[in-house]
């Protein structure tokens, strides 16, 4: 025993005899200056990267908010309220002009005394939305059948007018504004999916007549930009049709708009459908499925959720690409702030700015939305299946 | 005895058809240049168990998959249950109903439950009302000893549950055939036997079976034939004491002999 006592003292002469020092305390990881550590100043870059955002926020932000808060003017009638006096020597965003011109912004050239009937299809429509897109609503068929089928006929005779109940008709040529926007966008999405969705199928069916028709509509429609499918629909077309039988001009460009969002939709739910395993389908087939079913319960739910953020980015691309209308003498929301900031009895330095301020607050807000509430869908389909 | 049946049957006068569940004769089938089966004969009767092995490549998953059309053949005819396969989509579709089949990946829906997985199809094409197919996924789920799983996604069960889920999906069309395509070969070593168990069930209770596998010892257990597939072609085919105590073909003694090793 001893023996072998020294022989491991002689051989491990290296065993240490006192411990180690303790090593210094780890960083602070946790609380509010571990954190600041951690995030924003754990090396060179990273805080030469804080430091410059916080410099552009400083730059940036004290201004916008004294020009768009504490310095804009918020009551006022005319330019007068508007334009730098001696008792006013800063002058900000002049909302006096956007509250005033609102009606304007919001109806177009819709009949004063008509505009009720648009509020009523905002009401009608933000329903519909909010019954769509509420995942747990009751009765969410009916809310389908209500959407995709009363909404539209009710909203349609609403909007024209239907002479026979007293509902005096509207020419189209007299809507303007959010009234535009939200029709032109609203139908392109509504329209936009279902077809996109017709066509991404097409081009990969094994019939080299539809395959091929897909394919053709899709890179034509592709291959040219939106200016000019609408001036295709509202210049060329005339002249080929007799003009009793030309459509409504905003008809043509809804669906000029619908069909080039179709085409871009389609390639984005193709790029979903290629990430689905053949053997899904295959699995489809084989416990009877007929090609629609099989498409509709098994391969489509699950494309389409690979490809949910796509077509959102379509969806926003798409109503912001609404405005390209106010080319063929369409008057959108955008063009109607147009035509408002030339008015004389408003010409100030800050007229253009605050009407365009107020536009791309607009467009944000319903941009913004729409992408919120895709990752709350995306958020909730993953804990969906994948927990 | 008995494993000398499905040798007669294949002499059987046209008249007794009505015991066939599958006949294939003179199949051939090409991908591009690619002869993937040559002249394929095989019949198969109810209630028989065929096991169907071969080196990869050698056509044998694509000849089960020509039995529910989700390969098409180019020569031949295949007949199921009395139904012979042609580009006939009423056809496909009546044999497609009666045939279950077992995929080597599971191919189970993701985005559905196990329960949903088992009644979408008797709900869809069978037109079942929901509450009775709800009943006979969970009789089967039990079959297959998992029914505490059915309010789970596929992705939450291992290899050989999801295999078991599978085989359920497949008897909750109440099959009359059941293909199976490499049912273990994508599962651990520890989760084959719960999945052959189930099969092994299966076939003791009569069901007709065509199954590609490499689990010669299942092959040994319930197998009325094997038949061995090498480029394309049924090299052999004999009751399973024959096929493995005395292989005719040189391929097949050299099969065997790095299977079983």
Known sequence: MSDTATITDARLSFVRDRPFDPLPPPLVHSGAIGWLLQNLFSSFTNILLTVSCVAMVVWLLPPLIEFLIFDAVWDGSSRADCIVTPQRPAVGACWAFVIERLGFFTYGFYPIEERWRVDVFFVLL??????????????????????????????????????????QAVSTAQWGGVLVTIVVSAVGIVVSLPLGVLLA???????????????????????????????????????????????????????????????????????????????????????????????RLIVLPQALKVTL????????????????????????????????????NWATPVTSVTGYAFAAMFYFVFCYAMSRYARYVEHRLRAGDRR | MDENAPGRTR???????????????????????????????????????IVICGPSGSGKSTMIRCINRLEAHQQGRIVVDGVELTDDVKKIDEVRRDVGMVFQHFNLFP???????????????????????????VHYLRRVKIPEQAGKYPGQLSG????????????????????????????DPEMVKEVLDTMVELANDGMTMLVVTHEMGFARQVANRVVFMDEGQIVEMNAPQEFFANPQHERTKLFLSQILN
């Open chain 1, 126 to 167: 933000a329903f519909g939305i909010g019954w769509m897109t509420w995942l747990d609503a009751p009765r969410r068929g009916l809310g389908m059948i209500y959407f995709f089928a009363v909404m539209p006929v009710l909203s349609f005779f609403l909007l024209v007018g239907l002479p026979a109940i007293g509902l």
């Open chain 1, 201 to 295: 199928l097409g081009r990969r069916s094994k019939m080299p007549v539809v395959r091929m028709s897909s394919v053709i509509f899709i890179e034509v429609v592709r291959g040219v930009p939106l200016i000019t499918v609408l001036f295709m629909a509202s210049v060329m077309l005339p002249l080929f049709v007799p003009e009793s039988l030309t459509p409504d001009k905003l008809l043509r460009a809804l669906v000029g708009v619908a069909l080039f969002a179709a085409a871009y939709m389609a390639e984005v739910v193709r790029a979903g459908l290629q990430a689905i395993p053949r053997g899904q389908y295959e699995a489809a087939m084989a416990v009877g499925l007929s090609y629609w079913q099989a498409m």
């Open chain 1, 309 to 344: 953020p796509n077509i959102v980015n379509t969806f926003i691309g798409l109503f912001k690409d609404t405005t390209l209308v106010f080319i063929v003498g369409i008057f959108d929301f955008l063009k109607t702030i147009e035509a408002a900031r030339g008015d004389v």
């Open chain 2, 11 to 49: 002499f059987k006068p046209a008249s007794l058809n009505t015991a066939v569940a599958v006949d294939l004769s003179g199949v051939h089938k090409w991908y591009g240049d690619f002869h993937v089966l040559r002249d394929i004969n095989l019949r198969v009767t109810k209630g028989e168990r």
């Open chain 2, 111 to 137: 985005h559905l439950t196990v329960l949903e997985n088992l009644t979408l199809a008797p709900i869809w094409v069978r037109k079942m009302p929901k509450a009775e197919a709800d009943e006979i996924a």
């Open chain 2, 160 to 187: 050989g549950q999801q295999q078991r889920v599978a085989i359920a999906r497949a008897l909750c069309m109440s099959p009359k055939i059941m293909l199976f395509d490499e049912p273990t070969s994508s599962l």
